[in-house]
């Protein structure tokens, strides 16, 4: 992790992190060949049942691309690890989702923005 997603992810895990965590989360997840644990902060919020990721200038990121696919990966959510499966939004989803995290963050996606959608791991 770059120093400054060290520092966020610190807070992300300390008691008096809360404000912070209202929009921040930690997403964890496996690479391929060679395997690699990827931990680094993603900006979130939850919409009913799903949980909505966005790479903001997503061609600068390279954490989304593990999610082309469903991909199982985990999220500090509270404090806490929860499992989830993750893949990139459909144009129904982007659609349906994606409202949720405008309304948060006070921030309209633009295409440049990627979408990804979590659910819970069963």
């Known amino acids: 992790m770059a120093t400054g ?9 300390a008691p008096f992190g809360g404000r912070l965590r209202r929009g921040v989360c930690l997403l964890r997840y496996e690479t391929g060949h060679p395997a690699r644990r990827v ?4 900006q979130f919020v939850r ?5 909505v990721l966005v ?6 990121k390279t954490w989304w691309r593990h999610f082309r696919t469903v991909h199982d990966a985990e999220l500090l959510l509270e404090r ?3 499992a989830l499966s993750l893949h990139l939004a459909t144009e129904l989803e982007r659609s349906t989702h994606g409202g949720a995290y405008e309304d948060r963050f006070q921030r309209w996606l633009t295409s ?5 959608i979590g659910t819970r791991r069963d």
């Open 5 to 13: 997603n060290v520092v966020v992810g610190v807070l992300l895990r």
């Open 47 to 51: 919409d009913g049942h799903v949980v």
């Open 80 to 82: 806490r690890w929860t």
């Open 112 to 116: 440049d923005d990627v979408v990804v």
């Open 39 to 42: 931990v680094t902060p993603v």
């Open 55 to 60: 790479a903001g200038h997503a061609p600068t």
